[in-house]
């Protein structure tokens, strides 16, 4: 289009060099004043050119871009569909991808929920196709081969619809909050019966805010991540002095992870084995 600038810039407004990812802004003589009657959003995204003119500005699109060796402008996502999760820049469009390749998902939606200040967890909709609903461990072993454990979601909610603004645009503000109880495709709920599961059990409860535990469940699958694999490492040594990797959490379950524990001190277990 003639009279038209497109600018692959970084957060600072910085030009970006060729193959860099960042955001692609507008200018030229096309472009709008601004939002109607929407004054902070124009103040957002129309911004000063500091290529332009004095008075000029800038459209800021919010689409994730790169410039190829050519000048094609390659279109990556949208900057708003990124997140920081546990320190970790993600990519919500990656993750819907390879679950939306799932033969029994119809639609999916990937987003970040703050269930607590500094505890920020991903949450996947699931819209399954009308013949078969996937489970939660089919899922997550699926993003698992493909993805590191940052990125695969904690908490999974099957949903008949995703909900729609009257226009037919996703509502992502309309998404419901995910039950955090115990999930009905989870396995059969097992008790902790040794001292190592029981005090594991309490640990995970009150870190992850849960009522109930089962010995098969994963700390991960519950909506565990490192940061508070590290928590539950540091609070198992002070407590009986037994010291596990935060690793053993990630494929094991609670069970698995005792047994663990009652090895390493040779099979006493407890508050009495440190």
């Known amino acids: 289009i003639a009279n038209t600038s497109l600018y692959v810039l970084d957060e600072h407004a910085g030009p970006l060099p060729v193959g860099v990812p960042g955001e ?8 709008a004043r601004g939002y109607w009657d929407r004054p902070e959003l124009t103040a957002e995204r129309f911004v000063p050119d500091p290529f332009g003119a004095t008075g000029t500005r800038l ?31 993600i990519e919500l469009g990656e993750i ?18 703050e269930f607590g200040q500094g505890d920020t967890r991903l949450v996947a ?8 609903a996937p489970t939660t ?3 997550q072993t699926l993003l698992r081969t493909q993805l590191p454990e940052y990125m695969v ?6 949903l008949p619809e995703l909900p729609r603004t009257p226009n037919g645009k996703l509502a992502r503000s309309a998404l419901p909050a995910p039950d955090r109880s115990r999930a009905q495709d989870r396995p059969a709920s097992v008790a ?15 870190l992850l805010e849960l009522d109930e535990v089962s010995v098969l469940d994963n700390f991960f699958d519950l909506g565990g991540h490192s940061l508070l694999s590290v928590r539950v ?27 663990v524990c009652e090895r390493a001190t040779g099979g006493a277990g407890g508050e009495d084995s440190g």
């Not at 060796?69 to 999760?85: A, N």
């Not at 819907?96 to 929920?113: F, K, W, Y």
């Not at 979601?153 to 099957?158: D, E, H, I, T």
Request: hydrophobic fraction near 40%.
């Open 153 to 158: 979601p904690a908490l999974f909610v099957s």
């Open 233 to 259: 490492v540091a609070r198992l040594e002070r407590e009986t002095g037994v010291r596990i990797n935060p690793g053993e959490l990630v494929l094991q379950t609670l069970g698995q992870v005792a047994a």
């Open 96 to 113: 819907e991808s390879l679950l939306g390749g799932h033969p029994t998902v119809r639609e999916v939606v990937v987003t970040a929920r």
């Open 125 to 132: 909709y699931i819209v399954p196709t009308a013949d078969d």
């Open 137 to 139: 461990a089919e899922l």
């Open 59 to 89: 459209y800021r699109t919010g689409d994730r871009v790169r410039r190829r060796p050519d000048g094609t402008i390659e279109f990556l996502g949208r900057l708003d569909h990124q997140v920081k999760v546990q320190g970790f820049r």
């Open 192 to 206: 902790p019966q040794t001292p190592f599961e029981q005090q594991l059990a309490a640990i995970w409860q009150e």
């Open 24 to 31: 692609l802004c507008i200018g030229g003589a096309g472009l």
